[in-house]
């Protein structure tokens, strides 16, 4: 655990989320139906599957931003309502509060919790340094490259110390090498803080780069159709694509959801 | 500024024929307005129109200046500023948070919809002789109803502002553990700005207009609309053109001066 000057997670136990019996319709669509997952503690996981499979709304659930139908959802065994989230959003321009600068945006979810400008002040400033951001943070979000915004947006996530990091198609509204700029970064966080990362991806090389594991949903109603581990030490570089192991849980991904898809 | 064109001839020249560009661009907007003088300007000399009903333009802005120097176009002219501005801030200061009120609950927007796209699409002129019955001729009256007009624009504006907010900011500052009063002081208030700008806008717009057409109406000692209308009365239509082009001139630096505000503001709009 980085030290951010609040109360740290009591020795995290080895099963992060547990979800049981969550079912979740929209209308008479059947989204989840009696779905149970279980995620570790200080692992990096993909979210994978086809379109419209509810990869983003089963974060979104698990980070109580929408409603389920039944089932329990609990974080380091207590309910959602007092955990600590981070969360991360597939656009950044949307979710970053262009009134505010950047230091304000990242001070955000501490100010919210009414600490002392001084402190917040202190905990942003220390943020920065464990992380090696560079960045005129006195500046508005709209004056940075998409890039750095969405890393804006992913310090603004961790600021508060959360137990859990969620992450929705964080790279979907970037270009190619602004990705890979993220993408290095995110790793070097996760690497850093050790906390455990849940990303909803819709790109299969994404998704396995970063991952521990790799969870490979199914169609509608959703269920876990693998589990799949990658274990490639880190921090993983380009050479990480082209190593035998790569390739290899990258095909096997592959095959598992094209024979899903035949179904 | 010389001596670097003898010894970089072609760079200088090329940049002075930016220059000249750029300047002629700036210069742009006011080919329309020599446009219309000077149609204007035909129109007077020709004789097709009496001279009694159009002076050349040279004549009303003659008067113009020195109505405004050493006549009495300035008491007018505050007259009607300091009464649109006292309906305008009547307005806005009931208008921006009850609009945000209504907005932040839409099913209660809702429940109001009807009374205030009613009463907005009823030409405010129409309601003046109602005033009059409540508020006799009095200062008060020309100040309360334009204060109504603009205060409906204002409202409808800042709840639609508060309604049409980015929902992911929302999002964002319920995860981030904001409660509702946080969401509503920290993130809609600030994404409705944009959009009651534009209602402060339109609002002190028809504040002046509707000054106007009360002072013409109701009668008044000072004013600019009393002027038009008195100077219309007695043929001085030197006068009258004057006193037209400075109303214009004054609705005009209104809607300037609250784009600039706004830009200013606003400074995340568009971006």
Known sequence: ?263 | MITPAKTLPKPLGHRAALDLNLWIDRLLPLVGVILLFSVWWLIAVSGWVSPVLLPTPWATLQTLVSAVFTGTMLTSFTATVVRTFQAFVLAAVIGVPLGVALGSSERVYRSVEFLIDFFRSTPASALIPMFILFFGVSDISKVVIAAFSALLLILFNSAYGVMNAKRSRILAAKVMGANRWQVFKDVLLWESMPQTFIGLRSGISIALVIVIVAEMFIGTQQGLGKRIIDAQQILNVKDMYASILMTGLLGYSLNMLFLMFEKRVIHWSGK
Request: with cysteine; aromatic share 10%.
């Open chain 1, 1 to 263: 655990m980085f030290k951010l000057g609040l109360p740290q997670t009591i020795a995290p136990p080895e099963n992060c989320i547990q979800i049981e019996g969550l079912s979740k319709s929209f209308g008479d669509q059947v989204l989840y139906d009696n779905f149970d997952l279980t995620l570790p503690g200080d692992k990096f996981v993909s979210i994978f599957g086809p379109n419209g499979c509810g990869k983003s709304t089963l974060i979104n659930m698990i980070s109580g931003l929408i409603p389920f139908d039944s089932g329990r959802i609990s974080i380091n065994g207590k309910p959602i309502r007092r955990s600590r989230i981070g969360y991360v959003f597939q656009n950044y321009r949307d979710s970053l509060f262009p009134w505010m600068t950047a230091f304000d945006n990242i001070a955000y979810p501490l100010q919210v919790k009414g600490m002392k400008a001084k402190e917040c002040h202190e905990i942003v400033e220390n943020l920065i340094k464990t992380f090696d951001i560079r960045l005129d943070l006195t500046r508005y979000p709209y004056s940075f490259s998409g890039g750095q915004q969405q890393l804006i947006s992913i310090l603004r996530a961790l600021v508060a110390d959360p137990e859990v990091l969620f992450l929705d198609e964080p790279f979907s509204a970037l270009d190619f090498e602004t990705t890979l700029f993220v993408r290095d970064k995110l790793q070097e966080i996760f690497m850093t803080a050790k906390l455990p990362m849940v990303m909803v991806v819709h790109n299969l090389e994404e998704a396995v780069y970063l991952a521990d594991t790799v969870l490979l949903l199914s169609k509608r109603p959703t269920h876990l159709v693998a589990e799949v581990n990658f274990e490639a030490p880190r921090p993983r570089t380009p050479d990480t694509l082209s190593s035998p192991e790569f390739v290899q849980i990258s095909r096997q991904c592959l095959d598992i959801f094209q024979e899903e898809m035949r179904k």
